[in-house]
């Protein structure tokens, strides 16, 4: 059973960094491509960024696009979304994702397994 672990969450001020991390466990993680989501209050779950199983792709949403980056490391089974010049608006629980290497990473509504999100808290 897959299962997905966040950390790295906080209060950080606007225009400062975060780095997230997800941790995979259950299965083989080069099996999977990952995904961030976010979900602000009273907003829908949005996604941010995904990348492919060996880490080649990536994929972003347009308000993370510039400011945010997504890795893994699968040896470490964990895979990062780095924030930079964060802004009041990214102020979210900031969740996990993953699903099976053969679906697309352009895809945002085929995620298989989530954790239970980090919160992230960016004050002006």
């Known amino acids: 059973q897959v299962q997905l672990l966040e950390s790295g969450g906080g209060l950080v001020q606007a225009g400062g960094s975060l780095r997230l991390s997800c941790v995979f466990s259950g299965a083989t993680v080069s099996n999977y491509n990952m995904g961030w989501f976010r979900q602000a209050p009273e907003k829908e779950r949005e996604f941010v960024s995904a990348i492919s199983w060996g880490g080649a792709m990536s994929y972003y949403a347009d308000s993370a696009k510039g400011r945010f980056a997504i890795s893994r490391d699968n040896a470490k089974n964990t895979v990062y979304l780095q924030m930079n010049s964060l802004k009041p608006e990214d102020t979210a629980v900031y969740y996990c994702?993953?699903?099976?290497?053969?679906?697309?990473?352009?895809?945002?509504?085929?995620?298989?397994?989530w954790g239970q999100g980090t919160q992230v808290i960016v004050s002006s």
């Open positions: 994702a993953a699903k099976p290497w053969k679906r697309s990473i352009q895809n945002n509504d085929d995620y298989d397994y």
